[in-house]
């Protein structure tokens, strides 16, 4: 069963850092665009960043400087650094691809994890 499986949410005092992982599993033959997008509560999903198979990246303008993307294609894992956070980075992040091919249950579009919370305290 293909999945996306964060990790490295946390706790953590505005202007540190932390570092998500979303690690895809399940017999896994490629993977398109990864990336992140993050709900804050009563607020809608909104984009924090892509990343191509190729290595070409998109941020929102709200997370540029700070939070850098990147992904091991070997893994099919995907990355985010973020740094210098802010109370309003508070969020649940969830990792995203718009295509996963699967040898087992063929080729999924638009595919989430289930989300990891990271709380910035001021």
């Known amino acids: 069963q293909v999945q996306l499986v964060e990790s490295g949410g946390g706790l953590v005092q505005a202007g540190g850092s932390l570092r998500l992982s979303c690690a895809a599993s399940?017999?896994?033959?490629?993977?398109?665009?990864m990336g992140w997008y993050r709900q804050a509560p009563g607020k809608q999903r909104d984009l924090v960043s892509t990343?191509?198979?190729?290595?070409?990246?998109d941020y929102a303008d709200s997370v540029k400087g700070r939070f850098t993307i990147s992904r091991d294609n070997l893994k099919n894992t995907v990355y985010l650094q973020m740094n210098s956070l802010k109370p309003e980075d508070t969020a649940v992040y969830y990792c995203?691809?718009?295509?996963?091919?699967?040898?087992?249950?063929?080729?999924?579009?638009?595919?989430w994890g289930k989300g990891t919370l990271v709380t910035v305290s001021s």
């Open positions: 995203y691809t718009d295509r996963v091919s699967s040898w087992l249950e063929g080729t999924i579009m638009d595919f």
């Open positions: 990343i191509t198979p190729g290595g070409i990246t």
């Open positions: 399940g017999s896994i033959s490629s993977i398109n665009v």
